[in-house]
């Protein structure tokens, strides 16, 4: 309603008759209840306001209107009439409206002056959004670049294990191209930890070919930051395609599971599964000194200041345990 009077100056001073006019009726129809010496009573909120709906201005409008209605009407002498006790009784006047003007006109430019720097700051956080959403997606392009140029180099080399080994980096650096392009996606931005982790295993799953492999995730009670959300996909994605390509073997169908749920100290446990052959009683590559594999959820686990456990048992699990 501010802003249509801002807009609209001669609403604004049309306000400040009507509340001048609004006033001295109320006055005028409480003349014969009210004791005397209190000629403004209805007056105070009149200009109060007109001054803070409408402005300065159409305030000192309605603040002379009010004063002399008043001083004519009921200020004895009536009629202008002036003595020592009406001229106390204007100054007292004058001092009160004046002081009521300045007092909400400070607030008014108060508030309009917040305003532009509500308006600023939201320009200033859409700029920055718009900015770190395109860097997100020129690291996801050129992660996808660096892949492509290593499927072309892989074709100029004969060494089977080399050529393994590119595609292997290949397949990792798509992967994180994907992860990043979801999580700073402004239309997924808004998932909850477990529908980010669900989408990423189906991806991974339609990714390997192997639809008859179907994964659980449970993870509605834990709330990431999406860098450390990013870094949590990322060692996820490592143990699902790793199971992917190891646990199932020529069997058409499998399990995986993925449970993330708080332990209750302020730290969270991520535990991966399948429903495999499991990892064999010596793993010699655990320690992450041989397995590139492993080396990485080493890696990602210490970005998240997290242990990293292989439990034995009937399947593979790796077991997670970091701050959340």
Known sequence: MIRIFQQHPVLAYALAILSAGLGFYVRWALDGVLPPGFPYLTFFPAVILTAFLAGL???????????????????????????????????????VVAVDIAVIELMRRALVSLGHEQILTAQLYERQRVMFQELQHRVANNMTFVAALLQIKKRSIDNPQASEALDEARERLVTMAQIHRRLYDPATIELSVSASLRELCDDLIQAAGVGGVTCSVEADDVNLDTTRLVTLSL???????????????????????????????????????DDGPGFPATIPDLEGRRSLGFGIMHSLATQLDGQLEFPHGAGAQVRLTFPA
Do not use: M, Y
Not at 240 to 251: C, M, Q
């Open 57 to 95: 201005w159409p305030g000192i409008l309605c603040a002379i209107l009010s004063g002399l209605s008043a001083w004519w009407f009921f200020i004895p002498p009536t009629g202008f009439g002036l003595s020592g006790a009406s001229a106390l009784t204007l100054v007292f006047f004058v001092f």
């Open 235 to 273: 060692l996820v994605a490592e143990v699902v395609t790793n199971s992917l390509k190891h646990a199932f073997g020529s069997r058409r169908e499998g399990q995986i599971t993925l449970h993330l749920a708080p332990r209750g100290d302020g730290r969270a446990v991520l535990t991966i599964a």
